[in-house]
């Protein structure tokens, strides 16, 4: 009799160093198992791929594009918006912002980009110097910050925006004299120089939203000249106003001296008029002045009264 050997159509049964043979052994499917298996390996995978490269999350801040550079085809053109991304742990991902920037460059260590005096130094259409302290505010442009990861990299203030600036405000302050750059025509020129920096770096993705000239220092020399023509101005403006005001004055005294005559006048005529009116009546009764006289000496502390009764001794009435 021959023994048939049916080893090989047994289940082996799961190996002993199998993570998932237990669970196996308490009736969950091979199918399962098999799947669980696959999602194993993929994440020891991932973990092995994140040690290697770098996390497979990216979180992009507010105000933020990620711009994402791949092992196998370097600079990638769909740019990362704000959240959080996977990505593969062969790509790396530069934030860039996206919010108004400023460049200043100015005088006064402590506020410029660079440590130290940064004044620019430009020519007017005089040949004099001006020393200008300059604040730019820019933003990036979202879909073109891949571009400018390519071709400039992250410090790409200093490599164009930096050069820009001195170069339009140099070429706008040679076309105007220092007066009107320290005064006249200061917000104008601004503007004209704005205009031309945002033309130079559109095509780098870079928009020029404002130029704020915040200091001109002009010439030792023009700096005091117009000191002295600021202070004779000054000195005119005050003269003019004292001369106003003794203008002002003297048609005051003019104004009164007028009041106090017509004043008098109708005061004389008033009483020319009284006296003519009184000789008119005294013409026509001459015991008038009797009584008047007596009816002025009434309440007076008078011992003896002598009454005129036949001659006029205080008014000729017949004048």
């Not at 998932?20 to 696959?38: A, C, E, H, M, T």
């Not at 550079?69 to 593969?88: N, R």
């Not at 004292?242 to 203008?247: A, M, P, R, S």
Request: proline share 3%; aromatic share 6%; glycine share 8%.
């Amino acid at each position: 009799m021959v023994m048939e050997d049916n080893w090989d159509d047994k289940d082996p049964g799961p190996a002993k160093d199998d993570p998932f043979g237990d669970l196996i052994n308490k009736g969950i499917p091979p199918v399962v198992g098999r799947i669980l298996r696959s999602l194993a390996v993929v994440m020891a995978i991932l973990v092995l791929f994140s040690v290697m490269f770098g996390s497979i999350f990216v979180s992009v801040g507010a105000g933020e594009v990620g711009v994402k550079f791949s092992q196998f085809g370097g600079v990638q053109d769909d740019e990362l918006g704000e959240g959080l991304h996977i990505v593969p742990p062969w790509v790396s991902v530069t934030k860039y912002s996206v919010r108004t920037q400023t460049y200043t460059m100015s005088s006064k260590s402590s506020e410029g980009e660079i440590v130290g005096d940064d004044q620019i130094n430009a020519l007017t259409s005089e040949g004099l110097t001006l020393g200008l302290d300059m604040t730019v505010r820019y933003r990036v442009i979202p879909d073109a910050v891949s571009g400018i990861h390519q071709t400039l990299g992250t410090n790409y203030a200093e490599k164009v925006i930096r050069p820009t600036i001195k170069s339009v405000i140099r070429d706008v302050v040679s076309g105007n004299t220092a007066m009107q750059v320290y005064g006249e025509q200061r917000q104008v020129i601004s503007v004209k120089m704005q205009s031309d920096m945002e033309s130079a770096l559109i095509d780098d993705g870079i928009i020029v939203e404002e130029v704020l000239m915040r200091n001109v220092q002009l010439p030792e020399r023009l700096a005091d000249a117009i000191e002295l023509k600021l202070q004779a101005d000054q000195d005119a403006q005050r003269m003019v106003f004292v001369k106003q005001k003794e203008q002002l004055e003297a048609e005051r005294k003019i104004i009164e001296a007028n009041g106090i005559a017509n004043s008098t006048i109708i005061q004389a005529t008033g009483e020319s008029e009284a006296l003519r009116i009184i000789n008119q009546e005294l013409s026509k009764n001459s015991n008038l002045i009797d009584y008047k006289y007596v009816q002025m000496l009434q309440g007076k502390d008078i011992q003896t009264m002598i009454v005129p009764t036949d001659q006029g001794l205080i008014l000729d009435a017949s004048s």
